[in-house]
């Protein structure tokens, strides 16, 4: 077949279907304007409440000091769909802190220290050594909180607390949109910990955006604030400090990336300058999204931040605007595609930041996960990217639970199509007889 025979990263086979279905796709996954309103007015209420009760709480004052700052795909604006997932990230005021970096994880986790002792409220957040500071208590104590704070001040709104799940560094929250059915809306409350002092070594030479944003924009970032979330490593067996480890962030880089994406500052100031770089990312977060939905046990590894990753791998390399016009887009998504495509069958895909650290390592993406990716993607690829297709409401009412580890061929559904006539065919049958059989006893 001629889809067999595309190879990763050639954009001169893109068929006439695949173009629509790419443009398509690319229309369909634009927030509505009103639904923004509704879910931003229902977020920022709930926030501001967080905090002018944080700001007023006796039981810890710890947490009285707090600000915000926003992250994740909806602020990003490259969120897809409906705006129900919502990331903030609540600063602590905190004293001078001292970053150690944990090797075996290559940059990424760090235990963090008090420069020195310490009599403010800080120190209850301390390990028995009394200058380390705790993720596990920090991040229980933000836990506690928030559920006291919704049992007092939103009992019976809607709002629960999910579950407190060992590696994520957020309590979540979720409401169930009454009007919208059976929608949820979840909001991601993550303590954060400000380091103004310098990236640490492993992040210090700062991303490679030299020939896309420029080296003034590089020095600009290198000289911010980095943050650190209390998010402990996936993995077993591991080492204490691993247990009380913080996990570094780049989120408010990221948003000011996605912001003033492109090589030239007019991009995207007025219509005639737009480009399709935000466009590309939502498409690969849809078909993310679309291969967990399908293989949500053999890809539990992968997430939406892989896809980000490679988006700014690929924009820092195809880094003139006029490669990512409008009229470009299915080849410029099937360039981004093609890369995600090769970094799974090289097992390698370097974080943007931290360029040592591999997403694709194990344990954090196991062997077996990345081989089910790679073949996944292939199969993506030959058969023109079923999974942006919108589903028929007919499949969705009445789903096929091995289809979603063993997909149908074409020759599965023809033989499917003939089973079902079969049997109406039968049931007909039946009926016209006993019909029959009736109106003789009638007689």
Avoid at 144 to 158: A, D, P, T
Avoid at 197 to 217: E, H, T
Avoid at 272 to 299: A, F, T, V
Wanted: with cysteine; glycine share 4%.
């Amino acid at each position: 077949m001629e889809s067999q025979r595309r190879s990763i990263g050639d954009d001169s086979s893109i068929s006439p279907e695949l173009d629509r279905l790419i443009r398509q796709r690319g229309r369909d996954l634009r927030l509505r304007k009103l639904d923004q309103q509704n879910a931003v007015k229902i977020v920022n209420h709930l926030i501001e409440s967080l905090l002018e009760f944080l700001k007023n709480n006796d039981d810890q004052p710890f947490f009285r000091e707090v600000s915000v700052l926003t992250s994740g795909s909806y602020y990003e604006m490259v969120k897809i769909n409906k705006p129900n997932e919502f990331d903030i990230m609540l600063k602590l005021k905190v004293p001078r802190l001292v970053l150690s970096n944990l090797e075996e994880f290559q940059g990424l986790f760090y235990k963090i220290n008090l420069f020195k002792a310490t009599r403010t409220e800080i120190q209850h957040f301390l390990l028995e050594d009394e200058r380390t500071v705790s993720a596990t208590k920090i991040k229980a104590e933000m836990h506690r909180l928030v559920r006291k704070f919704i049992n007092n001040h939103f009992q019976g709104e809607g709002w629960v607390i999910r579950r407190n799940l060992i590696n994520s560094p957020a309590v979540t929250l979720e409401l169930k949109l009454k009007e919208k059915g059976d929608d949820v809306m979840s909001v991601d409350i993550v303590p954060t910990l400000e380091v103004p002092q310098g990236w640490p070594q492993a992040a210090r030479a700062g991303p490679n955006i030299d020939k896309w944003l420029g080296k003034k924009c590089r020095r600009q970032f290198v000289s911010k604030s980095v943050y650190f979330v209390p998010k402990r490593p996936k993995g077993r067996n591991l080492k204490d400090d691993a247990k009380e480890s913080w996990r570094i962030s780049f989120s408010h880089i990221e948003k000011e990336m996605m912001q003033y994406h492109g090589n030239k500052k007019t991009c995207c100031e007025t219509h005639s300058n737009k480009c399709c770089r935000k466009l590309c990312m939502r498409l690969l977060k849809c078909l993310i999204e679309g291969l967990k939905q399908q293989y949500p046990k053999e890809l539990e590894p992968l997430c939406s931040y892989h896809g980000k990753t490679a988006f700014f791998h690929v924009l820092s390399d195809r880094v003139q605007d006029s490669l990512w016009s409008p009229g470009q887009l299915s080849v410029s998504f099937m360039k981004l595609f093609g890369y995600f495509e090769q970094c799974a069958l090289n097992g390698s895909l370097p974080h943007f930041f931290v360029r040592e650290h591999n997403l694709f390592s194990p344990p954090a993406f196991p062997k077996r996960a990345l081989v089910f990716l790679t073949n996944a993607l292939r199969e993506q690829r030959e058969l023109g990217l079923p999974v942006l297709k919108v589903p028929s409401p007919t499949s969705a009412l009445v789903p096929d639970t091995e289809a979603v580890i063993h997909p149908i061929t074409g020759t599965d559904s023809i033989v499917a199509s003939d089973s079902s006539f079969k049997h109406v065919y039968m049931y007909l049958l039946v009926v016209i007889v006993c019909v029959g059989i009736i109106c003789v006893f009638q007689k």
